[in-house]
C-alpha cells in the first residue's frame, strides 16, 4: 500500500470541498483533495444560490430556521465567502455578476425565472422581467431546449435555428472555441436581420471561453447576448467545476481523482488516514485532520437504506428527518420533502455532533436541516461553510 502525508485532506470535489482546500492551500498547508468522481456543480445552472426566499439573500439567511446550518457561519465569513468567490473566478476566467444584497433572475429553458444570487457573466444581461424583446438562438438537433417553451410565456419572443453541425451542448459548446466556426456563425446571424432588444442562447457558447464569445456576438450585432442554462450536462455547471478546480490547484493543491474512500485508519479520538480504493493499489492518505464535503444523496455523501439513512466512510450519526413514510413524497421535487432535512448536524466549529473523533470537519450538501430545495442555498452555502469548516480546521491544526 502506497502512503502520502498531509496536513489536510478533504474528501469529495464539489464547491465546498474545492473552496475549503483553496482556503488550506493557499495558506501554506500540505493539502489533497481525494473524490470518487465530479459533483453537483456540473449538474447546476451554475449560478451562486445563496438564499432565495427573499429578495435580500443576506438577510433571508438570516431569518432561515435557528437549526439551519447557515447560521454556523458568521455573516462576515459569508460576505468573504462571496468575495472570495468572485475574485478567484475573475481570475480564472468566468466572473460572476451580483451580490450578496440582492436576488436577481435567470430566464430558465421552460420561460420562467429562477431566483438567485451571483450569476456567471454569461447570464448578466437575462431579462429581470417580461417586457424585454428577446431573439432566441437555437441550434438543429439540440436537445431538450425548445424556445416554444419560453415562446409560449413571452410576448415579443421569436427564434432561429443554426445547424453547428454537432447536436449536444457540449459539441455546439467545442465549436464555438474555434474561430472559424464562430465567424461563419456570425455571418449567418447578420443575416437574419434581428430586430430584438436581446439575443438569447442556450448555454453553449464555448467552454471555457464564454464570456469573450458572448461579448463578440454582442459586439457584432450590437446588443446584449445572454445564456439561457439547460438541463444537465450543463455547460456553466461544468465551467464552474473546472474554475474551481484549476483554483485549487493553482494554490497548491492536489487532487486524487476517481479514488472513492472506502476505509479509515484511527487511533483513539483521532483518524489518522483514510484508504482508497483506486485502481492497481489501495492508497493511503494519512493527515492531521480531515474535511468530509461528499455531499447528499447525489453526491454520494448520504445512502438511504431500508429503514435508515447512513454516512458511509466515517459512520458519522446522521440526523434522520422523522419515521420512514416522512421522507417521502409522490413529487421529489416538493419544497416541503422531508428528506431536505437528513445530513450531519454540525457544531459552531463544523465538526460532526456525536462523534467520537476530534479531527473531522465536515461541509456543504451534507449538513442537515439544509433544505437547498426549499430555500434556495445550495452552491453559497457550500462556499460558506467550506470556508467556515477550512477556517476550524486550520486552528485546530495550528
Ligand atoms: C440537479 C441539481 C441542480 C442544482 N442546481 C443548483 C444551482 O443551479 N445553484 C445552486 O446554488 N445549487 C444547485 N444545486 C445544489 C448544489 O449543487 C449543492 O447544494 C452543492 O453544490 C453541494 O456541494 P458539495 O460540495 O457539498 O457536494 P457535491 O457537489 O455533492 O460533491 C460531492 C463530492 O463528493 C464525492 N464523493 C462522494 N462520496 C465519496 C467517497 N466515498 N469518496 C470520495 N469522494 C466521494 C463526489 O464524487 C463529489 O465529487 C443543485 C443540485 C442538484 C442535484
Known amino acids: ?5 498531509y496536513d489536510v485532506v478533504i474528501i469529495g470535489a464539489g464547491v465546498s470541498g474545492l473552496t475549503a482546500g483553496a482556503v488550506l492551500a493557499a495558506l501554506g498547508f500540505k493539502t489533497a483533495l481525494v473524490t470518487t468522481g465530479e459533483p453537483t456543480a456540473c449538474l447546476s ?10 429578495k435580500n439573500p443576506l438577510q433571508a439567511l438570516q431569518n432561515l430556521p435557528p437549526e439551519h446550518p447557515f447560521h454556523l457561519v458568521s455573516p ?17 476566467g468566468i466572473p460572476y455578476a451580483g451580490s450578496l444584497y440582492e436576488n436577481r433572475n435567470v430566464l430558465s429553458a421552460l420561460g420562467t425565472f429562477k431566483t438567485t444570487c451571483l450569476v456567471p457573466a454569461t447570464m448578466r ?40 453541425g454537432v447536436s449536444s451542448t457540449m459539441g455546439i459548446a467545442a465549436h464555438f472555441e474555434d474561430n472559424n466556426f464562430l465567424e461563419s456563425f456570425l455571418v449567418w446571424l447578420k443575416g437574419e436581420n434581428i430586430s430584438a432588444d436581446k439575443l438569447a442562447f442556450p448555454a453553449v457558447l464555448g467552454l471555457g471561453s464564454a464570456v ?3 461579448e463578440t456576438i454582442a459586439l457584432r450585432l450590437g446588443r446584449p447576448v445572454f445564456e439561457i442554462p439547460t438541463i444537465p450536462p450543463s455547460m456553466p455547471g461544468r465551467r464552474l467545476f473546472n474554475a474551481l478546480k484549476n483554483n485549487y490547484r493553482k494554490k497548491g493543491g492536489t487532487i486524487y481523482w476517481g479514488w472513492p474512500v472506502t476505509g479509515i ?4 479520538k483521532i483518524i489518522e488516514a483514510v ?53 417521502f413524497n409522490n413529487d421529489y421535487f416538493s419544497f416541503n420533502h422531508g428528506i431536505g432535512k437528513a445530513g450531519i448536524i454540525a457544531d459552531s466549529k463544523l465538526r460532526p455532533k456525536g462523534s467520537p473523533w476530534e479531527n473531522i470537519f465536515v461541509c456543504g450538501g ?10 434556495g442555498c445550495g452552491h453559497g452555502l457550500a462556499l460558506a461553510t467550506g470556508h467556515a469548516a477550512a477556517k476550524s480546521c486550520l486552528e485546530y491544526i495550528r
Open 45 to 54: 445552472t451554475g449560478c451562486i444560490d445563496f438564499c432565495s426566499r427573499d
Open 212 to 214: 469573450q464569445i458572448a
Open 1 to 5: 500500500m502506497s502512503v502520502t502525508e
Open 76 to 92: 462576515k465569513l459569508i460576505r468573504e465567502s462571496a468575495d472570495n468567490f468572485q475574485t478567484a473566478m475573475k481570475e480564472m
Open 366 to 375: 451534507i449538513l442537515a436541516n439544509t433544505e437547498i430545495l426549499k430555500n
Open 265 to 268: 485508519e484511527k487511533s483513539g
Open 275 to 327: 484508504s482508497t480504493a483506486s485502481r492497481g493499489r489501495p492508497n493511503s492518505l494519512n493527515a492531521r485532520a480531515f474535511i468530509l464535503a461528499t455531499g447528499s444523496f447525489v453526491g454520494g455523501g448520504l445512502v438511504a437504506g431500508k429503514e435508515t439513512i447512513t454516512e458511509k466512510i466515517f459512520n458519522l450519526p446522521v440526523h434522520v428527518p422523522g419515521p420512514r413514510e416522512a421522507w
Open 125 to 164: 444581461a437575462a431579462p429581470q422581467s417580461g417586457e424585454d424583446a428577446l431573439h432566441i438562438i437555437t441550434f438543429t438537433g439540440l436537445k431538450d431546449f425548445y424556445p416554444s417553451y419560453i415562446i409560449s410565456r413571452r410576448r415579443n419572443t421569436k427564434f432561429s435555428v443554426y445547424d453547428a
